[in-house]
C-alpha cells in the first residue's frame, strides 16, 4: 500500500531499508537460538524442579554432617585448651604457694634480724628503708622493742612510720568516705 505523502522513491528505499533489517536479524547468531532454546529450557524445568526435590533431603543431611563435624573439630579444640589453661593454673598456684611461703620466710627472718639488733641501728637501717616495709617490721617486733626503735629514729620518719602504722590498724581505712 502506497501512502499519498510518499514519493515511489521513499518507498522503495523503505523496503530496501526494511530488507537490509531483516537480513541483518537473521544473521545474529543468537536471535534465532533464543527462539529454539526457550521450549527446551521451559520442558526441562519440571525435570530441574523434580531433581531438586529428590536431593533436598539428602543435602540438607550432608550439610548437618558437615556441620557436626565442624563442632566436633570445634569443640576438640576447645578442650585442649582448657586443658592447657588447667595446667598453667595448676603450675601457677604451686608457684604462688611456693612464693608466699618464701615471703613468709622471709618475712620472719626480717623480723628476726632487726629483733636482736640494738634499738639504735635499727633505727638507722630502718630510716633507709621504704616506710611501708620500715612500719611492717616494726609493727611485727614487740611494742617494747618497736618503741625503742621509734625513739631512736628522727622525728620527721618516726611520725611517718607511726602514720602509716595507725592507718593500717584502722578499720575504716580502706572504707570509701560516705
Known amino acids: 500500500m502506497r501512502t499519498p505523502n510518499r514519493s515511489p522513491r521513499e518507498a522503495r528505499l523503505r523496503r530496501l531499508l526494511l530488507s537490509a533489517a531483516a537480513v541483518a536479524l537473521l544473521s545474529i547468531p543468537g536471535a534465532y537460538a533464543e527462539d529454539v532454546a526457550a521450549p527446551a529450557a521451559a520442558e526441562t524445568g ?14 540438607r543431611d550432608q550439610r548437618y554432617l558437615l556441620q557436626k563435624k565442624q563442632l566436633e573439630e570445634l569443640q576438640a579444640s576447645v578442650d585442649q585448651r582448657i586443658a592447657l589453661l ?12 611456693r612464693r608466699d ?17 640494738k634499738p639504735d641501728a635499727a633505727a638507722e637501717k630502718l630510716t633507709l628503708v621504704h616506710p611501708e616495709i620500715a612500719a611492717a617490721i616494726i609493727m611485727k ?5 618497736s618503741s625503742l626503735i621509734l625513739s631512736e ?26
Not at 46 to 59: K, L, M, S, W
Not at 101 to 117: P, R, S
Open 86 to 97: 588447667e595446667k598453667r593454673r595448676d603450675e601457677y598456684q604451686d608457684w604462688l604457694k
Open 101 to 117: 611461703d618464701f615471703l613468709k620466710q622471709a618475712e620472719l627472718n626480717l623480723v628476726g634480724i632487726y629483733k636482736t639488733m
Open 141 to 145: 617486733l614487740p611494742p617494747r622493742q
Open 46 to 59: 519440571g525435570e530441574v524442579q523434580q531433581f531438586c526435590t529428590n536431593i533436598a533431603d539428602a543435602a
Open 153 to 178: 629514729m628522727p622525728g620527721e620518719k618516726a611520725a611517718v612510720l607511726t602514720n602509716i602504722i595507725s592507718s593500717a590498724t584502722d578499720p575504716n581505712t580502706s572504707k570509701e568516705p560516705s
